[in-house]
């Protein structure tokens, strides 16, 4: 009687065991040394467009060999040349979409997008073809206990005051307005001669007018109470470090993929990354 009593006592702890790891697991709380291998990946300015075949092969390379199962990536803007909206559909479009949703379902990847000055259309139908989260222009996250604000990264370069103007215009809620409801094929033509105007006046403008202004860094990493800042638009890849207030400081910027592909990388217990690699490195 004792020994069957036994028996059934010790079935019932292993079921209940069982039932409570299941539930650790579901929310999060588990021993399993697996989510340690998990990295984090910061891209930005692809500026994808249909003849770039290059860069589309380096894209979908980049999420084929580096985007394992539970990582999350970040996509920091001007992934598309021109985006005019989301009523536009071209192949390299909805190819982007499936291979960013194919990778989202099939690795557990989590991708957030956060909007550039050439991408600042792009709505939440195609974010979620894409399986994409849409965040706000400055976003702070939390990574190994580490705080970073992320950001395109054009309310950064406060010497470029033209441009600051035009951002003001295009990112004001009326003009966006009036702008989704023209006529697609008006759009479109409206958005090229931007980024043509862009495009000129950058000849024009020194390398202090593309930069960033570093008081600015300063303050939004003040505001928002961040050491780490990661960013893109200025398509440089390089590392800053500095002083804020006494404390080490840094800054990412992740760089563009015309002619080399890049990318800041977070891992638990490790450094922040940046990572440069030909543009051609996932296809040789």
Not at 44 to 64: P, R, S
Not at 71 to 94: R, S
Not at 134 to 160: A, R, S
Not at 253 to 270: I, P, T
Request: proline share 1%; charged share 25%; with cysteine.
């Amino acid at each position: 009687m004792a020994t069957a009593f036994t028996k059934l006592t010790t079935r019932k702890s292993v079921i209940l065991n069982s039932k409570i790891e299941k539930l650790f697991i579901v929310i999060g709380i588990t021993n399993k040394t697996k989510d340690s291998t998990m990295k984090t990946f910061f891209i930005a300015d692809l500026h994808l467009k249909e003849n770039q075949t290059k860069i589309i092969n380096a894209f979908y390379g980049f999420l084929k060999a580096e985007i394992q199962n539970g990582d999350t990536l970040y996509i920091l803007g001007d992934l598309f040349e021109v985006w005019v909206g989301d009523d536009e559909h071209t192949p390299l479009m909805d190819e982007v979409a499936l291979s960013l949703t194919n990778c989202a379902k099939n690795k557990n990847c989590k991708i957030y997008y956060l909007h550039g000055n050439r991408d600042f259309m792009l709505g939440k139908r195609y974010a979620k073809q894409a399986s994409m989260q849409l965040l706000p222009e400055h976003h702070e996250i939390v990574i190994d206990q580490q705080k970073i604000l992320i950001l395109h990264g054009d309310t950064l370069c406060l010497d470029d005051v033209g441009y600051q103007k035009m951002r003001r215009i295009i990112q004001n809620s009326i003009f966006k307005f009036i702008f989704k409801s023209l006529p697609l094929y008006l759009r479109k033509k409206i958005g090229w001669k931007i980024k043509v105007a862009s495009q000129n006046k950058k000849r024009y403008k020194t390398r202090g007018d593309m930069g960033v202004t570093q008081s600015e860094v300063e303050r939004l990493l003040v505001h928002h109470h961040c050491l780490t800042m990661i960013h893109g638009h200025t398509h440089s890849q390089c590392k800053h470090s500095f002083l804020l207030n006494g404390a080490q400081a840094q800054r990412f910027d992740v760089g563009d993929w015309y002619h080399n592909l890049s990318f800041v990388v977070a891992e638990k217990h490790k450094e922040l990354q940046l990572v440069r690699h030909p543009i051609s490195f996932y296809n040789d």
